[in-house]
């Protein structure tokens, strides 16, 4: 400052407005979280790039939590009206808040399998925050006591973890946040890296055969066009007690960043972990963009196909078990609802039409991928209007429609296939007929059973379909091609 002249000094106006531009509209705010020792209490420090009028938090429970809030003048306690709080008319630009972090653990549905040493608490029930908009970022920074760790979906700035930025994204459902101590791996796959939180619960659960178990089905996932559909997924593995099978559910959650949620049953057989469908399905979901809950049968059509193919492809079943059971759900699918269309049966939440939800984008999908690889004689295949998808628009921050996403693929080929799936089927009662491709793929069915013939028209491109490519040459292909 001391070597501005005067006549530096009679633009400092101009530039300290571009300033106060900037900081409104690019700079992000920034959070500093405070977690205590003993996982009881969360303080948050906010400080907003502009005074922000409106601050909420994601779920209407958050207000219970909430010990106090004030600015950061220390001035009189704000108050909380259900998730909204009551900020005074010229808004604020700091903000402190105290949260009762032990008692929000509570209400995570795991929560009572859990070891003391590590809660989750999703950010919807502690993280009250202005609207982001194509342009905002919140910057959050962990002071945390030695020895405590932090796993959130948002996006790493910093080697150590305690840095992220949140950005825009669908908010599909609450994401989770998991604070203590805990089994923290990154494991790297082709074009990600998995941040991976294994959760110690009251039974211990072999982290070495999940962590395999992890990377042998992102592996899977990568095969589809030779690279993870996100860079850096937040993967969260939770023991529960009890049940059948090893894995009991998943599901991916798009808030903040992509998360897969995955809770086993500590007590089963590892080795069920390579022959079951849930995680590779869950990591299939990334390969679509959030998709409004009304075209749901779409997303989920397209992660069961992407699952019997990708476990075909590494080696879990064979060809002759995955065209059954692609055949035996088409069936289920069929069955479930005839009256509905594909977009009726998601609106209904019926026990009838879940088959139909889950089928028929399934069928979609393989009608789409045969019409793509036949008309090019193999070259191009729904593999490679995904990659182009991925490369154009994933990770996405926002909801899409089902009739955006087609057009949008068929942008992505020479010749549209994917729209007039779509006319013909989406709001049509009953469910795509499979029989013509089955037949022409050489799959003939007798009593429900599915056997292969080998001299079928299409018997070339059935076989393409499942062949295991190596994803480390596509890759290298790719990386080749870029420079
Ligand atoms: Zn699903």
Redesign the pocket.
Known sequence: MKFLSFTKLTFLPVFALLLSCTSAFGAPHRYTVNVDYTLSRLTVEAHYSAPVHNIRARSRNASRFMLDVRGCDDGPAIRVRSRRLLLPDDGVKCLKYTVDLSRAAKEYRGARYLASQNIVVSPSLWLWRPALDDDAEIRVQFQLPEDIQVSVPWKSLDGDNTLFAILDSPESASAPAVFGRFDYREITVPGSTLRLTMLSGNTAMNHDAVVNWIRATATDVSLTYGRFPNPSPQVVVVPVGGGRGTVAF???VRDGGETVELLINPDGDTAEFFTDWTAT??F??MLLPYLDSSF?WI??GF??YYQNILLTRSGAYDAQKMWQKLYSGFERGRKSSPDLSPNESTGRRGRNSRMKV?WSGAALALMADVTLRERSNGKETLDDVLDRLQLCCLPSSRTWTGPELFTKLDTLVSEPVFMPLYRRYADTAGFPDTSDVYARLGLSVMDDTVSIEQDAELASIREAMTVTHSPTARWRDRLAADD
């Open positions: 998943g599901r991916v399905h869950e299939s979901h749901h997303s989920e992660s069961q889950y």
